[in-house]
């Protein structure tokens, strides 16, 4: 009977070791080795003979090492997941920047309307300039005239002012 007992207890100590069994249809149900789960880790990311499915693979890298820590998979698994959160980042990082350059074309675009209705006031002043230099030099080429007729106006009256006073004193 002591063998017996002992037997029940050690086959009850191995069934309490492994824990529950694992869920229906999860990776460590259908996987029960780590080369099995480090294959199927590797298959879904190469996307050959299965389709490429990254959340795939890390669930099987990680169940390699949580389940199967002394394995020699184990250093290959943590360099895929290492990977993976790499290019997990970098696809953020890469996300961030195109975030960042289209909210930069935005801005472009805002400041290229705001310079054209610039470019567009500042052509209209300059015409307005051009035709206010226009009408001042026009202004100016008649005040010229006028000036001229004005100093020979002035001419002829002194030459008679002087021809008067002459003929002042000739009759006086």
């Not at 009850?12 to 029960?32: E, M, T, V």
């Not at 909210?103 to 006031?121: G, K, P, V």
């Not at 230099?133 to 026009?138: E, K, S």
Request: net charge positive; aromatic share 6%; charged share 35%.
């Amino acid at each position: 009977m002591p063998l017996l007992l002992t037997a029940v207890v050690i086959f009850l100590g191995a069934c309490a070791a492994k824990g529950p069994p694992p869920p229906p249809g999860s990776l460590a149900a259908r996987f029960q080795s780590d080369t099995a789960l480090f294959q199927e880790g590797y298959e879904r990311l190469r996307g050959v003979e299965r389709p490429k499915d990254e959340a795939i693979a890390r669930q099987a890298f990680i169940l390699l090492m949580e389940q199967y820590p002394k394995s020699k998979w184990r250093g290959y698994a943590e360099l895929y997941l290492r990977l993976l959160n790499e290019e997990q980042q970098l696809q953020k990082e890469l996300q961030d920047l195109r975030n960042r350059v289209q909210a930069d074309q935005r801005d472009a675009a805002a400041r290229e309307t705001e310079l054209e209705r610039e470019r567009q006031e500042l052509r209209s002043l300059l015409e307005k300039g051009r035709a206010d230099a226009a009408r001042l030099q026009q202004e100016n080429q008649t005040l010229r005239h006028e000036n001229d007729r004005l100093r020979n106006n002035i001419d002829s009256l002194k030459r008679l002012e002087i021809e008067l006073e002459r003929r002042d004193k000739l009759y006086r």
